[in-house]
């Protein structure tokens, strides 16, 4: 059917996504590494190194490297400390069931809690209903956490970079 080449259109362009942020990840783990951050090399992020560095520095530099290191992992955090929030409160949700033809309904859902009464046999599990704006009652839904784009990854290896600037400066 005409949905295969869709499913395939998306395939590539998830596999492209994830080998770019392979290669991201990569390349900043052999900077790090270069700079001595894991200790194998001498540099000026091997651990000994940045104490006598600090010093060095003024106390604008170091004011200025907790700032962009802030940056840096807020850029790198954000979305899932976000995707934990959403989980928790149950927001982001949307509806699994599927049509006849297996097409997925996808329309946003909320949580409902049912009362049971004093039963006490009650699968836990079960007594979270979800509703969907299609008007659909599921025992389960699809949680959706917000991935990373190229922006968020530039934003955090900038940051990252400017850490380093300011270290050597
Ligand atoms: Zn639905």
Redesign the pocket.
Known sequence: MNGNTFTKNDYFRKRAQSVGLSLIVMGASFFLYYLGLFGNVQGPLTPGNIGASLAAMGVTKVHMLMFFLSFFIMALTWNHIFNLVSFMIASRLT?M?KNQEGIV???S?KRIKINYGNKKNIDKNKSVRFK?????N?FDARFNPVKKGVVSHTVWVAALLFCVIIMYG
Do not use: I
């Open positions: 509806c069931r309904c996808g329309a859902t969907c704006v299609n008007g659909h599921c």
